[in-house]
């Protein structure tokens, strides 16, 4: 049976470029989750000045398309401000691959998506936002929908796994419907502070476990 990838997509998946992470990035953005399937947490460094991406590096767990997509989208956006590399598509990835196998398409989804997130933090953290909206409600769960809850495999608003949120003074209150020493509590908390901490106006995200919710959300 052949291989249905093209020799692109081996290349970047035998040999992938920047792979590894920036210690003191400038953003962080994970996409996907690691206990339902792929994931991509990408790192980047920016020049204040320029607004040009210096760095940037990945880590991935996945398929060898994963990898492929993610390597090649850091190429792409290696030296280009942050407002072109923002405009890279997926489309454009799978272009330079020579064409993922259609159930693969997702993957090249997956890395621009990381790429975006990153690109979205960095201008939050740095006021480079073009219009200051405040962080309300609906900010912060449109941000929690791309975190995966691991017990069902669908996101933490969805599966009720975030069952309150408060705002005050720039912090954020999470209470969520899980146990401090559940297996997947640490995992989870941090990723929704990767996902609200670099909002402009936000300073602190708190996040408390429910013992009394604990029966609803079972491993």
Same mark, same amino acid.
């Given at each position: 049976m052949?291989?249905?990838?093209?020799?692109?997509?081996l290349?970047?998946?035998?040999?992938p470029?920047?792979?590894?992470?920036?210690?003191?990035?400038?953003?962080?953005?994970?996409e996907g989750?690691?206990?339902?399937?792929d994931?991509?947490?990408?790192?980047?460094?920016?020049?204040?000045?320029?607004?040009?991406?210096?760095?940037?590096?990945?880590?991935?767990?996945?398929?060898?398309?994963?990898?492929?997509?993610?390597?090649?989208?850091t190429?792409?956006?290696?030296?280009?401000?942050?407002?072109?590399?923002?405009k890279?598509?997926w489309?454009?990835a799978n272009?330079?691959?020579?064409? /993922? %196998?259609?159930?693969?398409?997702?993957?090249a989804?997956?890395?621009?998506?990381?790429?975006?997130?990153?690109?979205d933090?960095?201008? !939050?953290?740095?006021?480079?936002?073009?219009e200051?909206?405040?962080t309300? @409600?609906?900010?912060?769960?449109k941000?929690?929908?791309h975190?995966i809850? %691991?017990?069902? @495999?669908?996101?933490?608003?969805?599966?009720?796994?975030?069952?309150?949120?408060?705002?005050?003074?720039?912090?954020?209150?999470?209470?969520?419907?899980?146990? %401090?020493d559940? !297996?997947?509590?640490n995992?989870i908390? +941090?990723?929704?502070?990767?996902?609200?901490?670099?909002?402009?106006?936000?300073?602190?995200? +708190?996040?408390v @476990?429910d013992?009394?919710s /604990?029966?609803? !959300?079972?491993?």
């Amino acid at each position: 049976m052949s291989i249905p990838y093209t020799k692109k997509i081996l290349e970047n998946f035998l040999h992938p470029k920047n792979v590894g992470e920036i210690k003191n990035a400038d953003a962080i953005a994970t996409e996907g989750s690691s206990i339902c399937g792929d994931v991509v947490k990408l790192f980047i460094k920016v020049d204040p000045k320029t607004h040009k991406i210096v760095d940037i590096k990945f880590k991935s767990y996945g398929c060898a398309a994963n990898i492929a997509t993610a390597s090649i989208i850091t190429e792409l956006a290696k030296g280009k401000t942050i407002n072109k590399a923002k405009k890279i598509s997926w489309e454009k990835a799978n272009k330079e691959l020579g064409g /993922l %196998p259609p159930v693969k398409v997702h993957c090249a989804v997956l890395a621009i998506d990381a790429l975006k997130s990153a690109i979205d933090n960095y201008e !939050q953290a740095h006021g480079l936002i073009r219009e200051k909206v405040p962080t309300d @409600g609906k900010i912060i769960i449109k941000r929690l929908r791309h975190i995966i809850n %691991p017990i069902f @495999g669908k996101d933490v608003v969805s599966t009720k796994l975030i069952k309150e949120i408060k705002i005050k003074d720039g912090i954020i209150s999470i209470k969520m419907n899980l146990a %401090p020493d559940h !297996q997947f509590y640490n995992n989870i908390s +941090d990723e929704i502070k990767e996902r609200l901490e670099p909002l402009w106006d936000v300073k602190k995200v +708190d996040i408390v @476990g429910d013992l009394d919710s /604990l029966t609803s !959300q079972k491993s």
